[in-house]
């Protein structure tokens, strides 16, 4: 009985040293997941995903919105910014490149947003940004 | 071996309960979350919720924000505000409970800081058009005759009828400064009484609100945008259920003849606000008050700013100057901010 007891015991804690492997295995796992994916919007609507780790080689596109409005993307390894825009404030280029999901770029005259939603934004030092 | 059998299932299982324990205990707030982006109310809007009912939260805060857009917006040509301005100096406008209650606000936080604020400035606010597509600069003899002094003291309230009625053809109520303020403390009201959140983050277009502390019980870390690179922050404050609200002369602007005009407009004048300040940065527990506060002080230039505030409770600010000092209130030597509510 007593030797029963002993391995009930020894189970326990093995198992739970065991346990705390394997949460520390899937915490290691979960945070290295960090995909940055861009979502590009206009007046709401979803037009582009875009996977910002898998970018090899830079590129452009353009959004065309109503009157000759439009905004020039630039897509890069891990970041996403507007290099050029029609709307007389020039906010969006001003935003610089982005590569966290803190600040989305937007765009209020043409209706432009590019957020980044990230797989794990715990590592973030920052929840938010005022401007 | 039935035995020896039963003894590892029972270990596996007991591991496997244990695991979930180290992993699920304090992360399950986190586990449960739920983020949009949208444009609503004229800005960019993101509301980030954890907690079971994170989802169903987030829509409820984005309709509560696109009601308040149909009651408030100056612009819209479709809102209760808009219609309300057209009207209320012909004859006594009756108006909806909530416009009532923003009217009613925003008029005693323009009194309080002495016309630094001013709500009543649609109709100059309409000639600049800030943040859109036909954003210009009006000549002088298009501003000058609109120049109301102390335009918040020609709106005449009546709390019986519920009526608006305008003592002057040369104002038009603008919610601007105080709107979006109003807004995220609505959205935040619905989120905690009505879906039981009690953890997230509201960002309205720079008006930061947040419920609660951060999933792992720390404060949110929010950062004052650096006006020159606004990939880069100049402060970061760590605030635990409390909102905080810039205004700054970088976000709705333009450049003509070398000179900038930003939408932050001194009623005096009618023109940009040129008081020695960029940006400001006000934290509150009262969103609406932080707004009206951030635009206000924006106004009064930096002594009379830090003066306003060191005399309120519970209230703190960010300065940055032109010449790019940064100045805090004395509450912010730790760069802690906590709400009570």
Known sequence: ?131 | MAKRMGYIGAFLALAAVCSLWFTGCGRSLQSQSASRTELVMSTVATVTLYGERAQEGVDAAFEKAKELEMILSAQNEESELYQVNQTAYERETEVSETLFTVTRRSLQYCRETDGALDCTLGKINALWAFGTENARLPAQEEITPLLVDRGYEQVQLNEETRTIRFLNPNIQLDFGATAKGFAADEMKRVLTEEYGITCGIINLGGNIITIGAKYDGQPWGIGVTDPDDHTRVVSTEYITNATAVTSGNYERYFIQDGVRYHHILDPKTGYSANNGLISTTVLAENSMLADALSTATYVMGLDKAVAYIEAMENVEAIFITEDRTVVKTAGLADDTFEGTA
Not at chain 1, 17 to 26: G, N, P, Q, R
């Open chain 1, 1 to 131: 009985m007593k030797k029963k007891v002993k391995y009930v015991i020894a189970g326990t804690a093995a198992a739970a040293v065991t346990a705390a492997l394997i949460a520390v295995w899937v915490m290691i796992t979960q945070t290295k997941v960090s995909n940055a994916v861009a979502r590009v919007y206009q007046n709401g609507t979803l037009l582009q995903t875009i996977d910002l780790e898998a970018v090899q080689e830079s590129y452009t596109f353009t959004i065309e919105g109503s009157n000759g409005a439009y905004n020039t993307v630039l897509v890069e390894p891990g970041q996403i910014s507007v290099t050029e825009a029609s709307c007389p404030d020039k906010v969006c280029i001003s935003q610089g490149k982005i590569s966290d999901g803190v600040l989305p770029i937007t765009c209020l005259p043409n209706g432009i947003v590019i957020q980044i939603e990230t797989g794990n934004t715990a590592n973030s030092a920052l929840d938010g940004m005022t401007r």
